[in-house]
């Protein structure tokens, strides 16, 4: 007897919001209580915080904070504990901090019906959201990011990872979380290297979407560098609007296929990050990256000097440092090895974002690797003379 394949297919919805406040733990703020209640069926529900201990130093009346908002809500809020752990890119380095919060949800009994709240910047966020991803397949995340570069980019997006055998994200998962909720205030302690960073995500989402935008970065340059807030929460706002639009209506939002316009500038930022063992922050990397992209989009003519020059000068009246990590020949060679190294990261087909203009993205699938030295070079060579 021959028995033929059986063949079903399923869609899963998933739906999940971004919440914009000030002062989410003060207890005159409904935002967070309601969210859970919103979620909570009879119980209160069990929550797990996992805090970037550099927002503890400059909150340091956070945790307190938190569970004097969570026992005013304790029909709705069941606090377990509070799990601080280093930030910055090291802690997805070692298994040490995922074990630590796998060990948090175990000793809390968190279920797949509690959550993990997660109060930190990029790192930290991406690191926890691939342990609450793997703890019983799967626990409910809300991330609450505390850096520009986190509101307006990573933390708004639907992967989770953390760094193996010397590449960055090698181990990771696609896992919405249950919310995001961004809190101007935390912005406001943010050092000043942290504040500019994000911006090169914005800049990055601009030039491969949205020429308009692009040119209300490069119009509020200066107020961006000196930390006004109304043009940095919007730059927030619509960075993130945008990054989530083209994950729910881009087609690929697990990305299955090979190409990643949001990684523009990424392949050679990862590879800097490494190399640098990640003195550089992630948003520090991806200007640099861009600066190295747009300059190898002009020597192949796909954009012309003038709008190479454009985006330069923006990047820098913002105060990003522009000069790559990369002297001799050995390191030009270490850098270009990233392109193939991204390309086992996508997996089959290399394809790499550029730009051929302002606001439109251009995918190419093949880089010629002495034009690319060559702009390697021609970006060094201009800003040492700086």
């Not at 966020?125 to 570069?149: E, F, S």
Request: glycine fraction near 6%; charge should be negative; proline fraction near 3%.
């Amino acid at each position: 007897m021959q028995l033929q394949p059986i063949k079903q297919s399923f869609k899963v919805q998933y739906d999940y919001q971004l919440y914009f406040t000030s002062g989410l733990f003060s207890l005159e703020n409904p935002l967070f209580e309601k969210l859970i209640a919103d979620y909570k069926d009879f119980e209160p529900v069990k929550l797990l915080f996992v805090i970037d201990d550099g927002v503890k130093n400059h909150h340091p009346a956070l945790i307190n904070q938190i569970s004097a908002y969570c026992k005013k809500h304790q029909q709705t809020i069941k606090y377990t504990s509070a799990l601080v752990l280093p930030g910055g890119e090291q802690v997805k380095n070692s298994d040490e901090a995922v074990e630590s919060v796998l060990k948090g949800v175990n000793d809390n009994k968190i279920c797949r019906h509690s959550f993990v709240v997660v109060i930190g910047g990029g790192a930290v966020i991406d690191m926890v959201g691939y342990a609450a991803a793997i703890a019983h397949r799967g626990v409910k995340l809300i991330r609450i990011p505390t850096t520009v570069l986190s509101q307006n980019d990573s933390a708004v997006g639907v992967k989770n990872s953390v760094n193996a055998f010397k590449k960055k994200n090698f181990l990771g998962t696609f896992a919405p979380p249950y919310a995001i909720i961004n809190d101007s205030n935390f912005l406001e302690t943010l050092e000043q290297r942290d504040w500019i960073s994000g911006i090169s995500e914005a800049i990055k989402v601009a030039l491969i979407k949205d020429k308009s935008f692009f040119e209300y970065i490069s119009d509020n340059a200066t107020k961006l560098k000196h930390r006004e807030m109304e043009p940095m929460q919007y730059v927030i706002y619509k960075c993130a609007e945008m990054h989530m639009q083209h994950i729910a209506q881009g087609g690929d939002p697990f990305e299955s296929g090979s190409s990643r316009p949001l990684d523009f500038g990424h392949w050679a930022a990862h590879k800097m990050e490494f190399m640098t063992n990640y003195e550089l922050r992630h948003g520090e990397a991806v200007a640099k990256g861009i600066a190295l992209d747009v300059t190898y989009a002009q020597l192949t003519g796909l954009i012309s000097e003038a709008d190479l020059q454009h985006i330069l000068d923006v990047m820098i009246s913002i105060g990003f440092d522009l000069t790559l990590p990369v002297e001799s020949s050995n390191e030009i060679q270490s850098l270009l090895d990233g392109i193939e190294e991204f390309r086992e990261h996508l997996g089959g087909q290399l394809t790499i974002t550029l730009i051929s203009d302002l606001g439109v993205k251009h995918d190419v699938h093949t880089i010629d690797m002495e034009l690319m030295a060559q702009a390697i070079l021609k970006l060094n060579h201009q800003f040492a003379l700086n």
